[in-house]
């Protein structure tokens, strides 16, 4: 997930988070955070969801062009050796418990992600997924609404606050489309660039960007010009007094989305924000497995052009992927809506205990 709020790196502190008046600094956000995970569990129990437990070691931790993963080696009894990654998200295994028969599942899954450390953002974080067989992604919105609800039940707050911004999670949350939002808040017309079976013109939006006041460079590509237009211009307006949802996201940014019937310019994704701060990502999830492994070598060739890296594909996954019935779900970073519950600054000021270095 990305945010909204500038990206601020954290600086080393100045005692380790064990010392006991760093503990007794943050021990109320701990304890807000233990009402609310409890808070969670309730709110699917009352809906009928099973909790599942997630293995972290992967095939593939994703196909994502920017994440970046976490590598380790499997030692076989017979001493042979193989590749696995800790997991960036529970979403492949949840797949594959769909495809086995579950119907409506959660996980509150440890995920792992190099690189990745500001207020905001941590190696070494907690991720909410749940999925809904059978149903429209649009019930997604409608469980985010009640779940924002029961956080602050839980939380003992009548408000969502993050730096001087707050939110009323108890008011049903705002629907804007990412064109419409984007046409208000940057002036600029995201169709124009996108033609009616989806595909994308670079130079069109990069114009339209650059007279925008929008800084890019010579060599973005369509998906670099539009995550600039989607941070600087639109996120920081975003979940303000309420919740906001973005959805109809471009296709070519729909990730594992499948695309809006009648419009194969959008797909099936949105995304939840509270006060600036980006909290979930849902999609009406693909099933297509031939379209899935396209996806995912195109990711995986421009990662390789950027990065000079590539992660496996999950061949086991897109075998699930095609006997999964249709489904919808969604992944939200839980110590983020903990800080925006509790009224944390930072985000290890709602972990346990950080990773260290």
Known sequence: MSAATPIIPVPAPASPWWARDVHADRRAFLMARQRITAGVRGFFAARDFVEAETPILQVSPGNETHLAAFATELVRPDGTRAPRYLH????????????AGEERLFVLARVFRNGERTTLHHPEFTMLEWYRAGAAYDVLMEDCAGLLAATADAAGTRRLTFRGREADPFVAPERLTVADAIRHFAGIDLFVSIAPDGATDRDTLWHAAREAGIRVAED??????????????VEPHLGMGRPTVL?????????????????????????LYACGVELANAFGELTDAAEQRTRFN??????????????PI????LAALAMMPEASGIALGLDRLVMLASGASRIEQVLWAPVEG
């Open 247 to 271: 959805c109809e996201y471009p296709v070519a940014e729909a990730a594992l989305a499948r695309p809006k019937p009648g419009d194969p310019r959008v797909a099936e994704r949105f995304e």
């Open 220 to 233: 973005d590509i369509w998906a670099d010009v539009f995550t600039r237009i989607l941070v600087e211009k």
């Open 298 to 311: 195109r990711w995986m060739d421009e990662k390789e052009r950027i990065y000079g890296d590539r992660y």
């Open 314 to 317: 999950d061949e086991d996954f």
């Open 88 to 99: 960036t998200s529970p979403e492949f295994t949840a797949k594959k418990l769909l495809a």
